[in-house]
């Protein structure tokens, strides 16, 4: 067992965190090629973080402990927008009472439950696509899946209320260091352009309430949304302010995650002619199982997160190496995802390879894992299903330019670099 952290660049945190934020992939790479597969980076904020991509410790930080690998200490920065009560704020007891409340609005049948309503809002969506000129999906995918999430997710219909949350909402999940620093320093609210955020946010919470208030006074067992669920399993154990954090909470982790992933797989298809005409095979025969397949390949290929951080709370042994308490230590999507000692010709799309077996755990982690596995995985591909079905059975797909897109990192996740430009035409 080493007792040293494992090795890593020598350049300042200053110019680390610099290159972590605009060339995220590439320093990847290249600590990985230089280090191996454990190395650490700098961060500004006394941030050290040891980067895993071999599958069995990344296996051995999912089944730690929780008392020991606290996610929510890692997800610290949105607890001025997501609140004290949020699933992915807390840890260990206060944790796990959050994630049981939630669970049954994830489970089979409550995803089957919203099928239809998911297909309908893709429908609407995919039928106001430009067609023979190229348009950026991924700003097409941000509304439908915004969509999605108020109306399935919040269970919000036409009408007042519901026109004046998009825009906020839009707004809201625009996250980006400067507001993210607003939030950090609660004084600096008073000064613009903090200003704006600290009053957007009032005004979204101010909307939300009323809603939950509505809906506390509605008949909400007939109702298939996540709120209404909580409110008629547990409406009487939670407090408003319990309900808001929590929505809040599913609204900025699944929304744009959702809307860049499908932007990543229409990217890869208008590319990919043989698996194009796969997919709209399936499309055509409902085979949802292969529309699931592309969705986690493209996930594969593109993973929106990178790192799965979890932050130490004592001494404790991974990959070898004895790591001190404050430690955070990350497996690493992109990393894992295109190692070919576990992903055959990895630069390939193939969707085949999620089809059949299982892969070995810990070689394919888009929503990372253990007790805090992303609790919409589930929604989000059945999801990404419902917007494949609804545009490959109407239209054909070729990139607006031959050349792919690359990674650019936008906040935690890494978007396409131009909004994934592709052409749509109606199918013959
Ligand atoms: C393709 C889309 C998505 C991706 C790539 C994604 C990815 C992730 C990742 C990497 C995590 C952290 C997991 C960990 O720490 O082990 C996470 C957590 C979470 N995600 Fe997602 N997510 C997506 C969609 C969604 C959707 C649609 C929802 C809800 C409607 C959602 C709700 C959550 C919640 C509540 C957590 C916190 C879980 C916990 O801490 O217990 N996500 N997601």
């Given at each position: 067992m080493v007792t040293a952290l494992p090795p890593g660049s020598r350049l300042p945190a200053l110019i680390q965190t610099a290159l972590f934020m605009t060339v995220r992939p590439h320093l990847l790479r290249?600590?990985?090629?230089?280090?191996?597969?454990?190395?650490?980076?700098?961060?500004?904020?006394?941030?050290?973080?040891?980067?895993?991509?071999?599958?069995?410790?990344?296996?051995?930080?999912?089944?730690?402990?929780?008392?020991?690998?606290?996610?929510?200490?890692?997800?610290?920065?949105?607890?001025?927008?997501?609140?004290?009560?949020?699933?992915?704020?807390?840890?260990?007891?206060?944790?796990?009472?959050?994630?049981?409340?939630?669970?049954?609005?994830?489970?089979?049948?409550?995803?089957?439950?919203?099928?239809?309503?998911?297909?309908?809002?893709?429908?609407?969506?995919?039928?106001?696509?430009?067609?023979?000129?190229?348009?950026?999906?991924?700003?097409?995918?941000?509304?439908?899946?915004?969509?999605?999430?108020?109306?399935?997710?919040?269970?919000?219909?036409?009408?007042?209320?519901?026109?004046?949350?998009?825009?906020?909402?839009r707004t809201l999940t625009d996250i980006n260091p400067i507001t993210a620093l607003g939030w950090s320093y609660p004084a600096l609210a008073k000064l613009p352009p903090w200003r704006g955020s600290a009053d957007n946010l009032r005004e979204v919470d101010r909307l939300l309430y009323e809603e939950i208030t509505d809906r506390r006074a509605a008949d909400v067992t007939a109702r298939r949304d996540v709120l209404s669920r909580l409110l008629s399993v547990a409406g009487t154990d939670l407090t408003d302010a319990e309900l808001r954090d929590q929505m809040i909470t599913l609204l900025l982790a699944g929304h744009e995650t959702t809307a860049t992933a499908l932007a990543w797989t229409f990217h890869d298809l208008s590319r990919n002619e043989p698996v194009l005409r796969k997919a709209q095979q399936a499309a055509d025969t409902d085979d949802e199982d292969y529309l699931q397949a592309v969705a986690k390949e493209a996930l594969r290929r593109h993973p929106i997160i990178q790192n799965v951080p979890r932050v130490l709370t004592e001494h404790t042994a991974i990959a070898g190496h004895h790591l001190p308490a404050g430690t955070i230590v990350a497996p690493n999507t992109t990393l894992a995802h295109e190692d070919p000692a576990h992903h055959e010709a990895p630069g390939e799309f193939r969707p085949e390879r999620f089809l059949g077996k299982p892969l070995p755990l810990g070689t394919w982690i888009p929503f990372g894992g253990g007790v805090r596995r992303c609790l919409g995985a589930g929604f989000s591909l059945k999801e990404m299903a419902a917007v494949l079905r609804a545009a490959l059975t109407r239209y054909d797909l070729r990139p607006a330019r031959q050349a792919p897109e690359f990674a650019k990192p936008r906040n935690i996740t890494l978007i396409p670099s131009r909004g994934a430009r592709i052409i749509a035409t109606p199918r013959g």
């Open positions: 290249r600590m990985r090629r230089l280090h191996g597969d454990v190395f650490t980076v700098r961060l500004l904020g006394s941030k050290t973080v040891v980067t895993l991509s071999h599958p069995s410790h990344i296996r051995e930080v999912f089944a730690g402990t929780p008392a020991v690998f606290h996610a929510g200490e890692g997800n610290e920065i949105l607890r001025p927008v997501m609140g004290p009560h949020s699933v992915m704020i807390t840890d260990e007891d206060e944790h796990l009472r959050s994630r049981k409340l939630l669970m049954p609005a994830f489970n089979g049948a409550a995803l089957r439950g919203y099928g239809d309503m998911m297909a309908d809002l893709a429908e609407a969506n995919v039928g106001t696509w430009p067609t023979g000129r190229p348009f950026e999906v991924h700003e097409a995918m941000n509304e439908v899946t915004l969509e999605i999430i108020l109306r399935v997710v919040f269970g919000m219909s036409d009408g007042p209320r519901l026109t004046a949350l998009r825009p906020r909402i």
